[in-house]
């Protein structure tokens, strides 16, 4: 009798289409799954829906020019870019940058990180169900696109950080408004903590799924909070200093397995919540330093470089952003190239998600936390 | 068997049937507007605020908007299961009101079996939800649609083993005669073990409680209610079963959504909340006003019925969702053997 009816049951795999318009693939990504009733059996991500030819545009601009299409690669971490292509543009003019202009750029980019855990933890809440804890991080992220506008004006993309130098200098409130803000924020972080991170429900949806082991995260090239939530010890701030990095006092952390697998979705998403303590350390150290003195000493009228090559890596939120630019004397850039953190953290997905459910595609993604402006530039 | 049509008798059953409908309809949109204000304060939002006084005209101006909506119907669609599976949830819901005594005087129909009813009549919301699913030639709907049938389906296990211990304990099925056993006072609750009992009341009380959880998420499960609306789950299926729908088609599993809130709660509160009795005596005895008494006791099961809607709000906003495996786990590791050594209990305590 079962021999009947199994020969008469065609099982077979369904293909099915997530994305490129679906809310949870974080912009207009589209997996492809191959699927054995819930369970997935391969996982392909199709990438381009956003490609806007950064890298041929940059050939055509000078190298001011480029700083505003750079805000629209990561554009929840626009800061941060600016600040890694404004390195590698340092590099090739070897200037010297005023001290209190590296304190800026310093305090904007944690700023910009502690935005952009924000909306990554957000995010991975309303992805695995919840919807309150997105927008209790909003709330917070808005304090800090209002000190953002305090600063240059823009909430979003700002154009802030220029090649030698910064567009404005701070605000006169901006140190006072800054520290209220580490006060009030500190406690937030301890809320979320209460209302998802320890959540029953929430552990048991995000532990032990996507498990990302160190070693596959190092072959793949996995860097930021992914590698770290995998227990691999890696933050180029540390292992290879840029601006003043090297003068403020943070530690690094990295994934323990605390409620199940080493390098598993919660440790991905608890090693985020980790690195806005560190964030605000150095905000709190950065703060109280600044020196006073001039923010636009050092900016070239016209910047063109001699002939040559630099690289230059930050440790953005998503991970490693590189950018390695070559000039042939002229006022553009020959050849920009982008090594952007969520293209090659997203590599690692189809690995890491095979054998998982539908609702554990969501997860792992959100843990991974891409951003298709980057990844398709 | 041989009545003849009976013009009267046939517009009083009339009117009995479109009482519920008269209340589902103004407490769905009403649902919906605090169940949005409720989200807000929440999240620290203020909610809608712009349509009519304090934003309470909104969710009308959005059921207008629905009506008004183009009516699609997805080319590859099964056209009638299409436009029947909607009709069919909402059958499901609103049939259950039928069984419920809203207060002494008013019940849809006083049937023996009310309880069983009712779990019996909400399976007909199962049976709308895979044609929308299938019908609606979508995958996420698909999805959505066995996801709910296997949900719905196991859920209703862990019911009916609240219902046969209460059986054992009231002996009764009827949601009328239940709600008169636990009298208007609070200590002769179903929680507190209904009233006549004696001391077997101390014993009962911890599995009652019990029971008690178990039936109110098991009806969070079957209203497909956060933390178990997998079957909706926006993040990963966008809509699930009704993706497809539009305009006042979608309205309706709306309406149908929130009408089994109501129903559910209500059925918990009846079961063990005293339904519609007041906690602490009447009024109207007091005064000796015997009309107001019906009233109150409306009044008492209302509010028991949209504060248990109250606590599924609230939990929809503070938790996240479940995975479809862990759901089942829920259902089949602990609830169904939970609820089955209650049972066990008190029958025993009952009956030896």
């Known amino acids: 009798m079962t021999n009947i009816i199994e020969s008469k049951l065609k099982t077979d795999e369904m293909v099915l289409n997530m994305g490129p318009q679906h809310p949870s693939t974080h912009g207009v990504l589209r997996v492809e799954l191959k699927l054995d009733g819930e369970k997935i059996v ?11 030819c950064f890298e ?7 190298y001011p020019q480029i700083i505003p299409y750079v805000d629209r690669m990561d554009y929840l971490a626009a800061m941060s870019n600016e600040l890694g292509y404004v390195l590698a543009v340092e590099k090739l003019l070897k200037i010297e940058i005023p001290e209190r202009v590296e304190y800026i750029r310093v305090i904007m980019a944690e700023f910009q990180r ?3 855990h924000l909306v990554a933890l957000g995010t991975f809440g309303l992805d695995t169900g919840a919807f309150t804890p997105f927008l ?16 240059c ?4 993309l700002y154009n802030y950080i220029w090649v030698g130098g910064v567009s404005h200098d701070l605000h006169p409130d901006f140190i006072r408004l800054a520290k209220e803000f580490i006060e009030y924020f500190r406690p937030k972080v301890v809320e979320l903590n209460e209302l998802l991170t320890y ?6 949806r995000t532990a032990n799924i996507g498990v990302l082991p160190p070693e596959l995260a190092i072959n793949y090239g996995v860097s930021g909070p992914s590698l770290r939530g995998s227990g691999v010890k890696w933050d180029i701030r540390r292992e290879d200093p840029y601006s003043i990095y090297d003068m403020f006092e943070f530690d690094i952390p990295v994934g323990e397995g605390l409620a199940g697998t080493t390098g598993d979705c919660w440790d991905r998403y608890y090693v985020r919540i980790l690195e806005m303590e560190q964030s605000l350390r150095i905000l709190e150290q950065a703060l109280d330093q600044i020196p006073e003195g001039d923010v636009s000493a050092a900016v070239p009228k016209r910047v063109k470089p001699i002939d040559g090559i630099s690289y230059a890596r930050v440790e953005n939120p998503k991970g490693e952003l590189g950018y390695f630019i070559i000039s042939k004397g002229g006022l553009q850039p020959f050849r920009v190239k982008v090594r952007p953190p969520s293209f090659v953290n997203l590599s690692v997905f189809s690995e890491i998600a095979k054998g998982h459910m539908v609702a554990d595609v969501v997860a792992i993604l959100g843990s991974l936390d891409i951003v298709l402006g980057e990844i398709d530039r | 068997m041989n009545q003849v049509f009976d013009l009267p008798n046939f517009l009083l059953i009339l009117l009995y049937a479109v009482v519920p409908l008269l209340f589902i309809i103004p407490f769905a949109l009403m649902a919906v507007f605090f169940e949005r204000k409720i989200s ?17 005209l909104q969710t009308t101006a959005d059921i207008l908007k629905l009506m008004q909506k183009e009516d699609i119907v997805a080319s590859g ?3 009638k299961l299409f436009l029947l599976a909607p009709m069919l949830v909402f059958m499901g819901s609103y049939a259950a009101y039928a069984a419920l005594p809203f207060s002494s005087i008013y019940i849809g129909t006083n049937i023996n079996l009310g309880v069983l009813y009712m779990v019996a009549i909400s399976g007909f919301v199962v049976a709308g939800i895979i044609f929308a699913g299938w019908a609606s030639d979508n995958k996420y709907s698909i999805m959505g649609s066995m996801r709910s049938a296997s949900q719905l389906i196991s859920y209703e296990i862990p019911t009916l083993f609240v219902i046969i211990s209460i059986f054992a304990v009231t002996q009764e099925l009827n949601l009328k005669d239940i709600s008169e056993m636990q009298t208007a006072n609070i200590l002769n609750w179903g929680i507190f073990g209904y009233a006549g009992l004696g001391f077997k009341r101390i014993l009962l009380i911890p599995a009652l409680f019990v029971l008690m959880i178990i039936l109110f998420i098991s009806t969070l499960a079957e209203t497909n209610r956060t933390p178990f609306d997998l079957p909706e789950a926006e993040s990963e299926l966008v809509a699930g079963f009704h993706t497809e729908y539009s305009g006042m088609k979608f309205a309706l599993f709306f309406l149908s959504e929130y009408a089994n809130m109501f129903a559910v709660s209500a059925l918990v509160a009846s079961l063990f909340l005293g339904g519609y009795q007041s906690p602490f005596g009447y009024l109207g005895d007091l005064l000796n006003l015997p009309w107001l008494v019906p009233l109150e006791q409306v009044f008492w099961f209302l509010l028991k019925g949209l504060l248990l809607v109250g606590v599924q709000m609230w939990m929809r906003w503070s938790l996240p969702r479940l995975r479809i495996d862990q759901l089942m786990k829920v259902c089949w590791k602990y609830l169904i053997p939970i609820g089955f050594v209650c049972f066990i209990y008190i029958t025993i305590i009952m009956y030896v």
């Open chain 2, 40 to 56: 807000a304060w929440i999240q620290n939002r203020i909610g809608p605020n712009r349509t009519g006084y304090w934003g309470l």
């Open chain 2, 77 to 79: 669609a099964d056209k």
């Open chain 1, 56 to 62: 041929k545009h940059c050939e055509a601009m000078t």
């Open chain 1, 199 to 204: 959540n029953k429900i929430f552990i048991e």
């Open chain 1, 42 to 52: 391969k996982a392909d991500s199709h990438i381009g829906y956003l490609h806007r």
């Open chain 1, 153 to 156: 004006g823009a909430r979003l």
């Open chain 1, 136 to 151: 209790y991080t909003f709330r917070d992220r808005e304090k800090i696109l209002t000190l953002f506008e305090l600063t």
């Open chain 1, 114 to 116: 502690i935005a952009s």
